[in-house]
């Protein structure tokens, strides 16, 4: 069975530019999470989707960050314009069901300069 | 308010030496779910472990162990004779049925083991 995938796996770029990300979860998983993770911090929720709509997302700079899952399969992040505190790993998770556990991509590294 | 604390930042033994990674956690809720995940440099978190609230009998999976106390808010994770490939970073994680399924990480503990 394939795991969530994620593209690109780095990627730097300056401030004020944008960026986005692409999240395919496990086939059939309902749920897919977008998690920010600073270097030496736990992975921080961003956004959750329920098939292609948004059960969470209070914690999302919506200044300066989207999120689309509009198939209710994969998903897009995208942040603009970048600051340099958006220098993270932007985690993908999808779970099968709202009390599953999560199962996570490799990530995206992202370095604003 | 969720939260999940991992006192230790970083743990190094020698291979072959036990180990316990602490987890403390706060919820006011009675159902919720507890977590361990491993973060290898790799960077992709792999999961380890699920428990639920009403099931305190600890658990076995070959070299793991965790221990589930209520009493103390605590879901600690035991490596038997660890090895090298045991290094990594930990996270211990709280889910509870209020929040649909949103996961409290804590800060992690980076594990060295030591050849």
């Known amino acids: 069975e394939a795991g969530v995938a994620q593209s690109p796996r780095y990627k730097i770029i300056e401030k004020r530019q944008s960026v986005a990300f692409w999240c395919n979860p496990i086939?059939?998983?309902?749920?897919l999470y977008w998690y920010q993770q600073i270097l030496g911090q736990g992975p921080k929720l961003l956004i959750q989707?329920?098939?292609?709509?948004?059960?969470?997302d209070s914690q999302l700079p919506k200044d300066r960050f989207s999120a689309e899952r509009l198939k209710g399969v994969d998903s897009t992040l995208k942040i603009q314009p970048a600051k340099l505190e958006d220098s993270a790993v932007y985690l993908c998770?999808?779970?099968?069901?709202?009390?599953?556990?999560?199962?996570f991509g490799e990530g995206s590294r992202l370095t604003v300069l | 308010a969720q939260k999940v604390t991992q006192a230790q930042t970083e743990i190094s033994v020698v291979e072959k030496e036990d180990v316990t990674l602490d987890c403390v956690y706060e919820?006011?809720?009675?159902?919720?779910?507890l977590f361990w995940y491993k973060q290898p440099p790799s960077g992709e978190l792999v999961f380890l472990i699920r428990?639920?609230?009403?099931?305190?009998q600890n658990e076995i999976s070959g070299r793991y162990s965790w221990n589930f106390q209520k009493s103390t808010s605590s879901f600690n994770f035991t490596i038997t004779a660890s090895q090298v490939v045991d290094s990594a970073v930990y996270f211990c994680?709280?889910?509870?049925?209020?929040?649909?399924?949103?996961?409290?990480f804590g800060t992690g503990t980076s594990l060295t083991v030591i050849p």
């Open positions: 428990r639920n609230s009403f099931d305190e």
């Open positions: 086939s059939g998983h309902a749920t």
């Open positions: 989707f329920q098939n292609n709509g948004v059960v969470d």
């Open positions: 919820t006011r809720d009675t159902t919720y779910y």
């Open positions: 998770a999808s779970s099968l069901d709202r009390i599953g556990e999560l199962f």
């Open positions: 994680a709280l889910s509870d049925a209020n929040t649909g399924n949103q996961f409290y």
